[in-house]
Nanobody, 120 residues
Framework: VQVMESGGRLAQAGGSLRLSCAAS????????MGWFRQVPGNEREFVAA????????AYADSVKGRFTISRDNAKNTLFLQMDSLKPEDTAIYYC??????????????WGPGTQVIVSA
């Protein structure tokens, strides 16, 4: 699956952003999809993932209660609603297929990502 992330920008702490991930491929609606983020110099980390059928979601502890992942299978699009933003949410955000039962990416290749900067 090929992806294109968007929606990142500069935001104030306490504010909100909504990220989108447009994915190609007719099988998107069957994939476990998720968001990851990376601060330059650090490893990429899991943020959230959502199942394809019933929309069951998993979240990293650092974003639980503040971020909401969702998907529109008809439009091959994945979303990440980010509320109560904190400066430590500053990172490049990527979407990818998630390996079933894990919090790791299925593919080694990544889209361009979208930059989120949260100012204090």
């Amino acid at each position: 699956v090929q992806v294109m992330e968007s929606g990142g920008r500069l935001a104030q702490a306490g504010g909100s952003l909504r990220l989108s991930c447009a994915a190609s491929g007719s099988a998107f609606h069957t994939y476990y999809m998720g968001w990851f983020r990376q601060v330059p110099g650090n490893e990429r980390e899991f943020v959230a993932a959502v199942t394809w059928e019933r929309g069951f979601a998993a979240y990293a502890d650092s974003v639980k209660g503040r971020f909401t992942i969702s998907r529109d299978n008809a439009k091959n699009t994945l979303f990440l609603q980010m509320d109560s933003l904190k400066p430590e949410d500053t990172a490049i955000y990527y979407c990818n297929r998630v390996r079933a039962g894990t919090r790791t990416s299925f593919y080694d290749s990544w889209g361009p990502g979208t930059q989120v900067i949260v100012s204090a």
